[in-house]
Protein backbone atom coordinates (compact mmCIF):
# COMPACT_ATOMS: atom_id res chain seq x y z
CA UNK A 1 0.00 0.00 0.00
CA UNK A 2 0.99 3.65 -0.61
CA UNK A 3 0.02 6.69 0.40
CA UNK A 4 0.27 9.60 -2.00
CA UNK A 5 0.05 13.50 -0.28
CA UNK A 6 0.23 16.22 -2.45
CA UNK A 7 1.06 20.24 -1.25
CA UNK A 8 2.22 23.20 -2.79
CA UNK A 9 -0.64 24.37 -4.98
CA UNK A 10 -2.22 27.43 -4.77
CA UNK A 11 -3.51 30.86 -6.42
CA UNK A 12 -1.16 32.07 -8.89
CA UNK A 13 -1.63 35.15 -11.23
CA UNK A 14 -0.81 34.30 -14.98
CA UNK A 15 2.93 33.86 -15.24
CA UNK A 16 3.89 33.20 -11.98
CA UNK A 17 5.15 29.66 -11.12
CA UNK A 18 4.26 26.96 -8.45
CA UNK A 19 6.13 24.00 -6.94
CA UNK A 20 4.20 20.74 -6.07
CA UNK A 21 5.34 18.14 -4.14
CA UNK A 22 3.84 14.47 -3.83
CA UNK A 23 5.41 12.60 -1.01
CA UNK A 24 5.25 9.05 -0.67
CA UNK A 25 4.89 6.38 2.41
CA UNK A 26 6.57 3.17 2.43
CA UNK A 27 9.92 2.16 1.15
CA UNK A 28 9.46 0.59 -1.88
CA UNK A 29 9.05 4.21 -3.92
CA UNK A 30 11.70 3.43 -6.03
CA UNK A 31 9.45 0.98 -6.85
CA UNK A 32 6.82 2.82 -8.93
CA UNK A 33 6.86 4.86 -11.97
CA UNK A 34 4.79 8.77 -10.90
CA UNK A 35 2.35 10.69 -12.00
CA UNK A 36 0.35 13.98 -12.33
CA UNK A 37 -2.85 14.52 -13.94
CA UNK A 38 -5.27 17.34 -13.61
CA UNK A 39 -8.78 17.73 -13.22
CA UNK A 40 -10.92 20.92 -13.80
CA UNK A 41 -14.83 21.11 -13.15
CA UNK A 42 -16.83 19.77 -15.60
CA UNK A 43 -13.66 18.20 -17.88
CA UNK A 44 -12.26 14.78 -17.13
CA UNK A 45 -9.00 13.71 -15.38
CA UNK A 46 -6.33 14.03 -18.09
CA UNK A 47 -2.48 13.57 -17.86
CA UNK A 48 0.00 15.67 -17.25
CA UNK A 49 3.34 14.25 -16.58
CA UNK A 50 4.95 11.24 -15.60
CA UNK A 51 8.47 10.00 -14.48
CA UNK A 52 10.46 6.37 -14.81
CA UNK A 53 11.54 4.65 -11.45
CA UNK A 54 15.15 6.46 -11.71
CA UNK A 55 13.60 9.53 -13.15
CA UNK A 56 16.15 8.91 -15.91
CA UNK A 57 12.57 9.62 -18.02
CA UNK A 58 10.08 11.32 -18.20
CA UNK A 59 7.04 12.86 -20.68
CA UNK A 60 4.88 15.51 -20.40
CA UNK A 61 1.12 16.55 -22.04
CA UNK A 62 1.54 18.91 -25.02
CA UNK A 63 0.10 21.52 -23.10
CA UNK A 64 2.74 22.11 -20.87
CA UNK A 65 5.72 21.07 -22.36
CA UNK A 66 8.25 23.36 -22.11
CA UNK A 67 6.84 24.77 -19.15
CA UNK A 68 6.34 21.81 -16.66
CA UNK A 69 8.90 19.79 -15.42
CA UNK A 70 8.88 16.64 -12.77
CA UNK A 71 11.30 15.39 -10.66
CA UNK A 72 11.67 12.38 -7.90
CA UNK A 73 13.92 12.28 -4.92
CA UNK A 74 14.20 8.71 -4.45
CA UNK A 75 16.01 9.20 -1.05
CA UNK A 76 13.16 11.68 0.26
CA UNK A 77 10.15 9.45 -1.75
CA UNK A 78 8.96 12.69 -3.34
CA UNK A 79 8.19 14.08 -6.48
CA UNK A 80 7.97 17.26 -7.77
CA UNK A 81 6.46 19.36 -10.12
CA UNK A 82 7.55 22.47 -11.18
CA UNK A 83 5.07 24.59 -12.97
CA UNK A 84 6.21 27.91 -14.82
CA UNK A 85 4.86 30.19 -17.25
CA UNK A 86 1.08 29.58 -15.52
CA UNK A 87 -1.90 30.17 -18.03
CA UNK A 88 -5.50 30.53 -16.71
CA UNK A 89 -6.39 27.05 -18.94
CA UNK A 90 -3.80 25.39 -15.41
CA UNK A 91 -6.72 25.68 -13.55
CA UNK A 92 -7.10 22.33 -11.97
CA UNK A 93 -7.01 19.91 -8.78
CA UNK A 94 -3.66 18.24 -9.56
CA UNK A 95 -3.13 14.56 -8.53
CA UNK A 96 -0.25 12.34 -7.89
CA UNK A 97 -0.14 8.99 -8.88
CA UNK A 98 1.99 5.44 -8.75
CA UNK A 99 1.48 2.54 -10.85
CA UNK A 100 4.21 -0.28 -10.51
CA UNK A 101 4.00 -0.83 -14.48
CA UNK A 102 7.50 0.57 -16.19
CA UNK A 103 7.21 3.56 -17.68
CA UNK A 104 7.24 2.11 -21.08
CA UNK A 105 5.15 2.94 -24.42
CA UNK A 106 2.13 5.29 -23.62
CA UNK A 107 0.51 3.58 -21.10
CA UNK A 108 1.63 5.89 -18.70
CA UNK A 109 -0.39 8.28 -19.90
CA UNK A 110 -4.08 6.51 -18.99
CA UNK A 111 -5.01 6.91 -15.44
CA UNK A 112 -6.43 3.23 -15.12
CA UNK A 113 -2.62 2.03 -15.13
CA UNK A 114 -2.13 3.84 -11.92
CA UNK A 115 -2.88 1.93 -8.73
CA UNK A 116 -2.50 4.66 -6.39
CA UNK A 117 -3.89 7.90 -6.03
CA UNK A 118 -3.36 11.46 -3.62
CA UNK A 119 -6.27 13.29 -2.81
CA UNK A 120 -5.07 16.28 -5.16
CA UNK A 121 -3.97 19.91 -4.65
CA UNK A 122 -5.71 22.51 -6.12
CA UNK A 123 -4.05 25.36 -8.29
CA UNK A 124 -5.78 28.30 -9.44
CA UNK A 125 -4.23 30.51 -11.93
CA UNK A 126 -6.09 34.17 -12.66
CA UNK A 127 -5.47 36.11 -15.84
Known amino acids: QVQLVESGGGLVQAGGSLRLSCAAS????????MGWFRQAPGKEREFVSA????????DYAGSVKGRFTISRDNAKSTVYLQMNTLKPGDTANYYC????????????????????WGRGTQVTVSS
Open 97 to 116: AATRSPMVGTGYYTSRLYDY
Open 26 to 33: GRTFSSYT
Open 51 to 58: ISRSGASS
